[in-house]
């Protein structure tokens, strides 16, 4: 098992090392001096001059990259335009709200995608099965930031039950999560439903039939336990996907975040937010993918041989 | 002609035949715009802003006072156009190198797959927003970000196509009586690899709509005062407590939209039968 996570990680490294050269060409790929694209406009020859020796923007382009990896590594990201501050401190001050979002949101797709999927393929074909697969399908194509605006108008501008925007406390969570989870419930519950409705099928399932195990019993202890191994497959691929919906939706519920970041500075072209920001949801992405693997690997022995 | 029986089928059946009319509606609405709308989608009126739904308007007024309805219908133009050209540069260039990269192999395959693997693990709207970071929002900025963000998936298809279909002992004759690679790419392989491919393409036109939206919302996309359906609504949340239904009108046009290209997509995997070719991957 250690031996498996230690592969899995060097694995990443390549991956790291290819997104962060994209992530820094950002700067030399936009038209125009990639010095005025990290100052302000109005900033002196002195301020310039200090920027060029801080990362080294005379040297040959492959050098001024490994500086800035270099310095990224140790969490200099450089300084923001706009907010005059380090980016690193930005970054710090809005991941804990992105790391909330996602993490709550993975969680709520994962529980009720789940008791979704199991409820439906128990009462297969019912009409409580159609009614959850036609929410399934809406859920899974309703663009989410309509969605959340939606939530927005209905729960908060008429009901008041939770705030509008922000995050100064705990119940702004509940519709940012909710919006997110619904696409990872809508999948979570059509994978589960399949496995389960497959695994149904298999011989040992018509053995503990014939043995006498009660019906409800054989569902929840026997299929359903098989049936969850495609379910985590699918997540470990899916989480960048719950990442990158969680971008969106802290947006429209403008609440701080990496995905506010982001966007703000990229309407402000503020380049060196747009590079911190891209690297940590990256890094998240790559991360939540390294997650799902490992606990692939924990469940099955067979997936842990696969890499070696 | 198999692809027109197809059709036929997929049309033929309530399933298939609802989303298509709504489609067909769609796409006439984008085109005819202009004889459609009943206002222009820019002229301002102030005094009639923020209007409820009514007889003159009947999705009711925008902040500026622009009729709702005629925006809706010149944004499909917008939504439509996008995502469908973005969608068609993909599926070329990604079968392109995905059908070279499956007949050649060696380190070109090895390249490519190595890229389309990166890019596979990340959310498209991550690669969108890195590459409107490259390029700079605005319309062309969209097309080209969402056609490189469903490049991976094209690619990927092709190749897996391809593969299966290289060894095959017709491709051998070919190559046998003299014909070369290029030739038995597109006049052989490609041909036999392409029904799936572009189903997917057609399916991903869904994706795009939303993705170009989402962009739109973010103040990326479409720049004022060209309507799009995701500028449209971020314009609408400032007016969220006087006006909700600048934001609800937009969604439902790109739900219906996305909806009717997902249950179309459906009924066409039935009747060409390559459900199996598409969950290969």
């Given at each position: 098992?250690?031996?498996?996570?230690?592969?899995?990680?060097?694995?990443?490294?390549?991956?790291?090392?290819?997104?962060?050269?994209?992530?820094?060409?950002?700067?030399?790929?936009?038209?125009?001096?990639?010095?005025?694209?990290?100052?302000?406009?109005?900033?002196?020859?002195?301020?310039?001059?200090?920027?060029?020796?801080?990362?080294?923007?005379?040297?040959?382009?492959?050098?001024?990259?490994?500086?800035?990896?270099?310095?990224?590594?140790?969490?200099?990201?450089?300084?923001?335009?706009?907010?005059?501050?380090?980016?690193?401190?930005?970054?710090?001050?809005?991941?804990?709200?992105?790391?909330?979002?996602?993490?709550?949101?993975?969680?709520?797709?994962?529980?009720?995608?789940?008791?979704?999927?199991?409820?439906?393929?128990?009462?297969?074909?019912?009409?409580?099965?159609?009614?959850?697969?036609?929410?399934?399908?809406?859920?899974?194509?309703?663009?989410?930031?309509?969605?959340?605006?939606?939530?927005?108008?209905?729960?908060?501008?008429?009901?008041?039950?939770?705030?509008?925007?922000?995050?100064?406390?705990?119940?702004?969570?509940?519709?940012?999560?909710?919006?997110?989870?619904?696409?990872?419930?809508?999948?979570?519950?059509?994978?589960?439903?399949?496995?389960?409705?497959?695994?149904?099928?298999?011989?040992?399932?018509?053995?503990?039939?014939?043995?006498?195990?009660?019906?409800?019993?054989?569902?929840?202890?026997?299929?359903?336990?098989?049936?969850?191994?495609?379910?985590?497959?699918?997540?470990?691929?899916?989480?960048?996907?719950?990442?990158?919906?969680?971008?969106?939706?802290?947006?429209?519920?403008?609440?701080?975040?990496l995905g506010s970041l982001l966007i703000t500075a990229l309407n402000q072209r503020d380049y060196?937010?747009?590079?911190?920001?891209?690297?940590?949801?990256?890094?998240?992405?790559?991360?939540?993918?390294?997650?799902?693997?490992?606990?692939?690997?924990?469940?099955?022995?067979?997936?842990?041989?696969?890499?070696? | 002609?198999?692809?027109?029986?197809?059709?036929?089928?997929?049309?033929?059946?309530?399933?298939?035949?609802?989303?298509?009319?709504?489609?067909?509606?769609?796409?006439?609405?984008?085109?005819?715009?202009?004889?459609?709308?009943?206002?222009?989608?820019?002229?301002?009126?102030?005094?009639?802003?923020?209007?409820?739904?009514?007889?003159?308007?009947?999705?009711?007024?925008?902040?500026?006072?622009?009729?709702?309805?005629?925006?809706?219908?010149?944004?499909?133009?917008?939504?439509?156009?996008?995502?469908?050209?973005?969608?068609?540069?993909?599926?070329?260039?990604?079968?392109?190198?995905?059908?070279?990269?499956?007949?050649?192999?060696?380190?070109?395959?090895?390249?490519?797959?190595?890229?389309?693997?990166?890019?596979?693990?990340?959310?498209?709207?991550?690669?969108?927003?890195?590459?409107?970071?490259?390029?700079?929002?605005?319309?062309?900025?969209?097309?080209?970000?969402?056609?490189?963000?469903?490049?991976?998936?094209?690619?990927?298809?092709?190749?897996?196509?391809?593969?299966?279909?290289?060894?095959?002992?017709?491709?051998?004759?070919?190559?046998?009586?003299?014909?070369?690679?290029?030739?038995?790419?597109?006049?052989?392989?490609?041909?036999?690899?392409?029904?799936?491919?572009?189903?997917?393409?057609?399916?991903?036109?869904?994706?795009?709509?939303?993705?170009?939206?989402?962009?739109?919302?973010?103040?990326?996309?479409?720049?004022?005062?060209?309507?799009?359906?995701?500028?449209?609504?971020?314009?609408?949340?400032?007016?969220?407590?006087?006006?909700?239904?600048?934001?609800?009108?937009?969604?439902?046009?790109?739900?219906?939209?996305?909806?009717?290209?997902?249950?179309?997509?459906?009924?066409?995997?039935?009747?060409?039968?390559?459900?199996?070719?598409?969950?290969?991957?």
């Open positions: 098992m250690t031996s498996f996570f230690i592969k899995r990680l060097l694995l990443l490294i390549p991956v790291f090392l290819a997104v962060s050269m994209v992530i820094f060409a950002i700067v030399h790929l936009v038209p125009g001096d990639p010095i005025d694209n990290l100052l302000s406009v109005n900033s002196s020859p002195e301020q310039k001059a200090e920027l060029v020796a801080r990362y080294g923007l005379d040297k040959p382009l492959w050098q001024q990259y490994a500086i800035w990896l270099g310095k990224a590594v140790q969490g200099d990201l450089g300084d923001a335009i706009i907010l005059k501050r380090p980016v690193a401190d930005l970054i710090a001050m809005n991941l804990p709200h992105s790391l909330a979002l996602g993490g709550f949101a993975l969680i709520f797709s994962t529980v009720v995608g789940i008791a979704a999927g199991a409820f439906s393929a128990i009462n297969k074909n019912g009409w409580i099965d159609r009614i959850t697969m036609t929410m399934i399908l809406l859920g899974s194509t309703v663009p989410s930031f309509w969605l959340g605006l939606l939530m927005i108008m209905l729960f908060a501008v008429q009901l008041g039950w939770f705030p509008v925007s922000g995050a100064r406390s705990w119940d702004a969570l509940v519709l940012p999560v909710l919006t997110i989870g619904l696409g990872g419930v809508a999948l979570v519950a059509r994978v589960t439903r399949v496995a389960m409705i497959e695994t149904e099928r298999r011989d040992f399932v018509m053995m503990l039939h014939a043995k006498g195990v009660p019906p409800r019993q054989i569902a929840l202890r026997h299929v359903l336990r098989h049936a969850l191994q495609p379910v985590i497959t699918i997540l470990s691929l899916r989480i960048g996907w719950i990442l990158g919906g969680a971008v969106t939706v802290e947006f429209v519920f403008a609440r701080p975040g060196p937010v747009v590079q911190g920001s891209l690297l940590m949801l990256a890094i998240a992405v790559m991360l939540g993918t390294l997650l799902g693997d490992v606990l692939q690997a924990v469940m099955d022995p067979r997936v842990r041989e696969r890499i070696t | 002609m198999v692809a027109l029986t197809a059709l036929r089928t997929a049309v033929g059946s309530p399933r298939g035949a609802i989303p298509a009319g709504i489609l067909v509606f769609i796409v006439a609405c984008a085109v005819f715009a202009p004889i459609i709308a009943p206002y222009a989608y820019d002229i301002q009126n102030l005094p009639g802003s923020n209007e409820a739904p009514n007889a003159a308007h009947w999705m009711g007024t925008d902040e500026f006072g622009r009729d709702l309805m005629s925006r809706i219908i010149y944004g499909a133009r917008t939504s439509l156009s996008v995502a469908v050209t973005a969608i068609s540069i993909s599926v070329v260039a990604g079968m392109t190198l995905g059908a070279m990269a499956g007949y050649f192999g060696g380190a070109f395959d090895r390249a490519v797959t190595a890229v389309v693997d990166l890019t596979w693990s990340f959310p498209e709207i991550l690669i969108a927003l890195i590459l409107i970071a490259i390029i700079g929002p605005g319309l062309q900025g969209t097309m080209i970000a969402i056609s490189i963000a469903y490049l991976a998936q094209f690619t990927r298809l092709t190749r897996a196509q391809i593969m299966a279909l290289k060894n095959e002992t017709y491709v051998e004759a070919t190559a046998n009586l003299g014909a070369g690679n290029f030739h038995i790419i597109f006049r052989h392989l490609l041909p036999n690899a392409i029904t799936p491919v572009i189903v997917a393409g057609m399916l991903a036109t869904g994706d795009a709509i939303i993705l170009e939206a989402t962009l739109g919302f973010f103040g990326l996309g479409a720049q004022p005062p060209t309507p799009s359906w995701g500028a449209m609504m971020s314009s609408g949340t400032a007016q969220i407590f006087i006006a909700p239904w600048i934001i609800i009108f937009p969604g439902l046009a790109i739900a219906i939209t996305v909806i009717s290209i997902n249950l179309f997509g459906d009924a066409l995997i039935e009747a060409l039968d390559i459900r199996n070719r598409l969950r290969s991957v």
